[in-house]
């Protein structure tokens, strides 16, 4: 069978070796040897054929798949951004136990990742057909299965290898270097649903690309055998772009969709809505499904401006005749600029994200910090100490516990956590095994407050402006940022 198309090397196929096969294995489906391709009726190659294939010069051209420019060389910017992290960030965030906060611990691999872009949404709505699609992956033997059931039963990862190869999930779990090991906390029965794809291919050098299972509504999440949320926040978490893909033919919203949309609260920026299959439609059809996408999810997102949608048809055909070819292709485009801002803005991206997580891990360390003091002034030698805390959790408003973060620090209250999530990390971690913030330093080492304000003000936005500037970004703008300044400690004794 011919392989057109794909932008990989020739190499990678392999003709007389033993290739890994890429035709998922999916809900029962089993994958196809090449001797077994030989046996396909003639008359199935004839149908393909005569099918008109779509002109892809608009991806390579969008995406600047065929610009023979160098790699950037991001090194010295990770390298400083991890040191940062390390230096100034981890200490605290291990000291007051933020990972059992938030659950979200970032390791090394996950700095010098790649964006990554995901791709959810209800079964069988054209998601593995759009990354075929955009990786040039059809009727090759590497493609991803697809088809009119659900098909897409794994977690499906695509990343860039120098030839074709499979990873199971256990060993993307095990591999510290990937960015992939904390989904090892979601037990074994999830990494066996995680699956991991080497393609030689261009646009992998730049983003990785994940395939989730589709949302089937009448299942239970424990028919899954793993919890299936907690997993999509994780990659939600971690995401740079979240294509939500629907088509004309399933627009309801379940259970199921809409507890994934209350995890997407807070990434409106990172969503793009997919009306897929939209040249199936006559003009006043498509007019009536774009109206009813909208009402189903109008309930669903809360923000002000209605969200962009994104009509059109991603898969290798060509668009059905008289339809609107000029608007879908317009549309194609529009989506592809969006990616391709995403991938130039990596690293834009990657340290205001590190910046984020410093701003949580020193508000959750102010309010321990503030939960401890009031326990240590309402604690007397009389006093029953389990019940004191028991009151002060259980009602921090009586002791002015989040008024006082806000009135003598610089935090937003709309950056506070909820007051019920510290009701639970209290009583995993008593609150005994806490130090105050003003014991938190050392004569060589320094305040870990000072340390993490000071990455936050300074070192992380001057690392920023070097990008912008062309500077070294290996080394401090301190002319704009004034890194000499250290910033006030309220928490430091005199």
């Not at 392989?3 to 890994?20: D, I, T």
């Not at 004309?248 to 990172?270: I, N």
Request: aromatic share 10%.
């Amino acid at each position: 069978m011919e392989e057109a198309g794909s932008g990989v090397p020739k190499e990678a196929a392999g003709s007389g070796e033993m290739e890994v096969e890429l035709l998922l294995e999916t809900d029962g489906e089993r994958s196809t040897s090449p001797a077994q391709e030989s046996e396909v009726p003639e008359e199935t190659e004839d149908v393909s054929e005569e099918v008109p294939l779509r002109d892809r010069s608009h991806i390579e051209k969008t995406l600047m798949l065929n610009e023979d420019k160098p790699a950037d060389d991001y090194s010295a910017v990770l390298q400083r951004l991890r040191k940062i992290y390390h230096s100034s960030i981890k200490p605290l965030e291990q000291s007051y136990k933020y990972n059992e906060l938030r659950q979200h611990e970032i390791t090394d691999g996950e700095i010098t990742s790649k964006p990554m872009v995901l791709f959810i949404g209800p079964w069988s709505v054209g998601k593995s057909t759009m990354i075929n699609y955009l990786l040039g992956l059809e009727d090759t033997r590497y493609q991803l299965y697809t088809g009119a059931e659900p098909t897409t039963s794994e977690f499906t990862v695509l990343m860039h290898g120098p030839k074709l190869k499979t990873i199971e999930g256990i060993v993307m779990a095990a591999d510290s270097a990937r960015s992939f090991s904390p989904l090892e906390k979601f037990g074994q029965n999830f990494l066996e649903k995680l699956i991991g794809i080497e393609v030689p291919h261009k646009l992998l050098e730049r983003v990785t690309f994940v395939d989730t299972p589709g949302i089937i509504e009448n299942r239970k999440q424990q028919e899954r055998g793993y919890p299936f949320n907690d997993v999509c926040q994780w990659f939600i978490d971690r995401a740079d772009l979240i294509f939500v893909v629907f088509d004309p033919t399933k627009l309801d919203v379940g259970l199921e969709l809409e507890m994934l949309f209350r995890q997407l609260k807070g990434r409106e920026s990172q969503i793009r809505i997919i009306l897929n299959k939209a040249d199936n439609l006559a003009t006043q059809m498509l007019m009536r499904v774009y109206g009813a996408l909208f009402w189903s999810l109008a309930p669903l997102i809360n923000v002000t401006e209605p969200p962009r949608v994104y009509v059109s048809s991603f898969w290798p055909q060509d668009f059905k005749p008289d339809t609107h070819q000029e608007l879908f292709l317009k549309e194609e485009i529009s989506l592809l600029e969006d990616l391709n801002q995403v991938i130039e803005n990596r690293l834009e991206n990657k340290i205001a994200f590190i910046r984020q997580h410093a701003i949580r891990v020193r508000i959750h360390a102010l309010l321990v910090d503030r939960y401890l003091q009031t326990y240590k002034d309402k604690m007397t030698f009389f006093s029953d100490g389990e019940l004191v805390f028991k009151d002060i959790v259980d009602d921090p408003d009586k002791f002015y516990i989040f008024k006082t973060i806000l009135a003598k620090t610089n935090v937003s209250k709309f950056d506070l956590p909820n007051r019920e999530a510290y009701k639970d990390f209290f009583g995993i971690n008593p609150i005994s095994s806490f130090k105050l913030l003003s014991q938190q330093c050392s004569y060589m080492g320094g305040c870990f407050l000072e340390k993490i304000e000071r990455a936050i003000t300074h070192e992380l936005p001057g690392l920023l402006g070097s990008l912008g500037l062309g500077k070294n970004p290996g080394a401090l703008n301190c002319d704009k940022t004034g890194c000499g300044e250290t910033p006030k400690n309220r928490y430091k004794k005199h």
